[in-house]
């Protein structure tokens, strides 16, 4: 049995576990990366938090915690290093991210550098190597730096870095991309006696021209997601064969399966209602007063116009490990094992 020992880079970016040190590095970010790729950014560190990876790693059976905090689907960064981030534009130039990200954490001697700048430094030279914009650059390489950081850097290193297939392909501009996000539907000639019988388009991979499904206005919509009538079980378990590619549990904000977040179109989404506020804060996937945040629950969020949505690889109830984690932390409580803070919060 082989051990791996923690290089300085790793440790440094340990050191930012503290606190909020990685949310206020990203928000030190935001003004950096293009607009094609904030909301974006913002989702993936939502869809990947690092609460609940330094959870299941401080678990003595990190298997039993994840049973105990119902997640379901694919929640291990390790496990899709090169896929979790494929709806960043930025996704397209991984390979020069990851290859300046590992060239920097081997020849790091940074001690009390700060995490931002480390970050915006390296998406300085990979966008030298990629031949575009530092804008393009700096959500994906904020996004290897946090790769490294749950997935270790001997696995990051191992992983080929490839650009998935659909990405290759798409030629898009930036501005156009953003654009595509938002384009409402035409309503015909008459369009403008429609009402709620306007009918929007809801894509959820913009990489895949069959990604997408019609909803009515003001329809909810993981309630329009069946009008997919694909069985996208076979490729999410968590699917089933009458709902479409969102996975749904229940249409009463209970259950958490249908979270989304919204890459595009989140002002066309009705605002959060307190049920939805208080579900989303009690799973963990979202604390916020936005009316309408980058995160929803889509059997609650109505569409009144094309949105652009990404559904996250899993979903659990890590709200409570959160709460307790706080507690923990606030009385000077020195018990570091999730599975009892956990115990104690139900």
Request: overall charge negative; proline content about 4%.
């Amino acid at each position: 049995m082989t051990t791996t020992t923690a290089t300085d880079f790793q440790k440094f970016l340990v050191r930012h576990d503290e606190g909020d040190s990685w949310a206020r590095a990203i928000e030190a970010l935001l003004p950096s990366v293009h607009e094609v790729d904030r909301n974006a950014l913002r989702i993936w560190f939502a869809f990947f938090p690092l609460a609940l990876a330094r959870a299941l790693e401080e678990s003595d059976d990190p298997d039993a915690l994840a049973r105990k905090l119902l997640i379901q689907g694919r929640y291990l960064l390790r496990d899709q290093i090169d896929t979790s981030h494929t709806f960043l534009y930025g996704h397209r130039f991984w390979p020069e991210a990851k290859r300046v990200a590992t060239a920097r954490a081997d020849s790091f001697k940074g001690d009390g550098v700060d995490l931002a700048a480390e970050i915006l430094a390296a998406a300085r030279d990979a966008a030298a190597a990629a031949k575009a914009a530092e804008s393009l650059l700096v959500a994906i390489t904020a996004v290897a730096f946090m790769t490294i950081r749950q997935a270790g850097l001997e696995a990051f290193r191992a992983a080929p870095g490839e650009v998935s297939a659909g990405v290759k392909s798409d030629r898009r501009k930036p501005d156009a991309a953003l654009r595509e996000r938002t384009r409402d539907n035409g309503q015909g000639p008459l369009g403008f006696l429609r009402t709620t019988d306007k009918q929007w388009t809801v894509v959820w991979d913009e990489h895949r021209r069959d990604a997408r499904f019609k909803m009515m206005h003001r329809q909810e919509v993981a309630s329009a997601s069946p009008n997919d009538t694909r069985d996208w079980s076979q490729v999410d378990p968590r699917c089933t064969v009458e709902e479409g590619p969102i996975p749904v549990q229940c249409r009463s904000a209970s259950c958490g399966t249908c979270w989304v977040g919204v890459l595009g179109g989140a002002e066309k989404l009705s605002p959060v209602g307190e049920r939805e506020r208080r579900v989303m804060q009690h799973l963990g996937y979202i604390d916020t007063d936005e009316a309408r945040p980058l995160i929803r629950l889509s059997c609650q969020a109505q569409g009144e116009g094309a949105v652009s949505i990404r559904i996250p690889p899993w979903n659990g109830v890590f709200g409570k490990l959160l709460r307790a984690q706080e507690a923990v932390a606030a009385t000077g409580d020195a018990a570091t094992d999730n599975d009892a803070v956990v115990e104690s919060a139900d």
